[in-house]
């Protein structure tokens, strides 16, 4: 049995386990991997981000190049198109949910528990991402699908980046530029009832209660210094 290793909060790792759940593949293990946060991790799985595919040779890192491995491995229900043009569409939007959209709420992430929160990055970060939902607003399909008429790639990869925008952007000050949007806000309410979308991000929200929590309680800080020092410390042993 391969193994995916995951967490609630990781947006990469959930577009992948929507993936899964869509395709009803049930001979993946979905787990946090062990070591996850320490040197160890790093040295086993050199980019130290998961999500990491694990179990059919080499481990795989990178959402997007697991995706496009399951979709291979499994290729049926189909979350691609059902021609060329149809399938590059899908994988435009998906890359707006992931680079566009993610990649910067990811970055932008942090200034929401910093101490003191640096505007210039808030401003740069948040500005390309109502940017980039302002340009979703024109391309998404109107039907609860990101495009197809039915659930694709481009939902797995929208669906966790518009739960990061919906729930950390107004954490650093700037408003949810999702309602201001009517085709990206019409997909939001449809795509959210649909079953494997609900399902991650359910447990998106549960990682997120989670983190605020050890915010809260100072906990993430000292996991994230103890982390760092470990780091520091195999850095040097390798010099």
Same mark, same amino acid.
């Given at each position: 049995?391969?193994?995916?290793?995951?967490?609630?909060?990781?947006?990469?790792?959930?577009?992948?386990?929507?993936?899964?759940?869509?395709?009803?593949?049930?001979?993946?293990?979905?787990?946090?991997?062990?070591?996850?946060?320490?040197?160890?991790?790093?040295?086993?799985?050199?980019? !130290?981000?998961?999500?990491?595919?694990? !179990?059919?040779?080499?481990?795989?890192?990178?959402?997007?190049?697991?995706?496009?491995?399951?979709?291979?491995?499994?290729?049926?229900?189909?979350? *691609?198109? #059902?021609? *060329?043009?149809?399938?590059? =569409?899908?994988?435009? *939007?998906?890359?707006?949910?992931?680079?566009?959209?993610?990649?910067?709420?990811?970055?932008?992430?942090?200034?929401?528990?910093?101490?003191?929160?640096?505007? !210039?990055?808030?401003?740069?970060?948040?500005? =390309? /991402? /109502?940017?980039?939902?302002? #340009?979703?607003?024109?391309?998404?399909?109107?039907?609860?699908?990101?495009?197809?008429?039915?659930?694709?790639?481009? %939902?797995?990869?929208?669906?966790?980046?518009?739960? *990061?925008?919906?729930?950390?952007?107004?954490? /650093?000050?700037? %408003?949810?530029?999702?309602?201001?949007?009517?085709?990206?806000?019409?997909?939001?309410? #449809?795509?959210? =009832?649909?079953?494997?979308?609900?399902? /991650?991000?359910?447990?998106?929200?549960?990682?997120?209660?989670?983190?605020?929590?050890?915010?809260?309680?100072? @906990?993430?800080?000292?996991?994230?210094?103890?982390? #760092?020092?470990?780091?520091?410390? @195999?850095?040097?042993?390798? %010099?």
């Amino acid at each position: 049995m391969m193994k995916l290793y995951s967490g609630d909060l990781s947006p990469y790792s959930a577009r992948v386990r929507m993936q899964i759940y869509a395709k009803g593949i049930t001979d993946i293990e979905i787990m946090l991997p062990p070591t996850f946060g320490t040197a160890q991790f790093r040295k086993d799985y050199p980019i !130290g981000r998961i999500p990491v595919l694990e !179990g059919d040779g080499e481990p795989m890192a990178e959402s997007e190049v697991i995706a496009e491995y399951l979709e291979a491995r499994y290729p049926e229900p189909s979350l *691609l198109g #059902a021609t *060329l043009r149809e399938t590059a =569409q899908i994988r435009t *939007l998906a890359r707006i949910g992931d680079i566009y959209i993610m990649n910067n709420m990811f970055m932008l992430s942090p200034q929401s528990r910093a101490s003191t929160r640096n505007q !210039g990055i808030v401003d740069l970060l948040g500005g =390309q /991402v /109502v940017r980039n939902i302002k #340009a979703l607003d024109r391309m998404i399909g109107e039907d609860g699908f990101a495009c197809s008429g039915r659930l694709t790639l481009a %939902d797995c990869a929208l669906v966790p980046g518009l739960f *990061l925008v919906e729930n950390v952007l107004p954490s /650093v000050g700037m %408003d949810d530029p999702v309602p201001t949007t009517p085709k990206v806000a019409a997909y939001w309410a #449809a795509i959210k =009832q649909e079953p494997s979308a609900a399902k /991650v991000l359910a447990e998106l929200h549960r990682g997120l209660e989670e983190r605020r929590e050890l915010i809260r309680t100072g @906990a993430f800080e000292k996991m994230m210094a103890k982390a #760092a020092a470990e780091m520091a410390a @195999a850095e040097a042993r390798k %010099d």
